[in-house]
């Protein structure tokens, strides 16, 4: 596995288009991420395989698997649970958005999007991996999950919480606009719950 030269994050871009790809990559390095580029799905899927992404940024209209399929393997692959995946598309329809959140994607931008906004999502979504990943703190509103020591403040206050309710609180906290079925949360649990 290849080292990268910042700590701020690995963020994989999957997208066909050319142009895009290189407006979303320069300003990306500008902001100093590492980045790794697909051109395709396939691609997409074996560097996501291969290496320890924080971000992906994930074009929904791609050749040959399209980006819903790509969503939904990764989302299958081990370990990919806290990894933050935001999915591009030109399609605005309030149904496609569900499909994709509904596919494990924790966030969605229409195109044409601006880069402003889509690296304020980016920094958002980085801040919410880096925060699980190097001190087991998971927030949300009012809600405080420690993953260490296993503890939940509700406005500072302690809760007492078993712990298939943890991980269900856990789940949810990590991808907080997302709606899951009862499959995908037992799916979920299944990859999670016994580690
Ligand atoms: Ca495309």
């Not at 300003?27 to 051109?39: Q, R, T």
């Not at 691609?43 to 939904?72: A, Y």
């Not at 979504?125 to 809600?143: A, C, D, M, N, V």
Request: glycine share 6%; hydrophobic share 40%; aromatic share 6%.
């Amino acid at each position: 596995m290849k080292t990268y030269s910042s700590n701020k994050g690995l963020i994989l871009i999957v997208e066909d288009e050319p142009s895009q790809m290189e407006l979303l990559s320069f300003n990306l390095n500008a902001e100093g991420y590492d980045v790794l580029k697909a051109e395709d799905g396939e691609k997409g899927l074996l560097l996501f395989k291969e290496n320890n992404i924080d971000l992906v940024l994930l074009d929904w209209m791609l050749p040959n698997i399209s980006g819903l399929e790509v969503c939904r393997q990764m989302r299958r692959s081990k370990d990919s649970s806290d990894c933050h995946l935001i999915m591009l598309t030109a399609r605005g329809e309030e149904e496609d958005k569900v499909r994709g959140l509904d596919m494990g994607a924790d966030d969605y931008i229409v195109k044409p999007y601006s880069i402003k906004e889509l690296l304020a999502r980016v920094r958002s979504g980085i801040r919410i991996r880096t925060k699980t990943k190097s001190h087991g703190l998971l927030t949300y509103g009012k809600i405080e999950m420690d993953i260490n020591n296993r503890s939940v403040l509700i406005d500072k206050k302690s809760i007492s919480i078993g712990p298939i309710e943890f991980k269900l609180l856990q789940i949810l906290i990590q991808s907080p606009k997302q709606v899951f079925s009862r499959m995908q949360l037992l799916e979920k649990f299944g990859k999670t719950i016994w580690k």
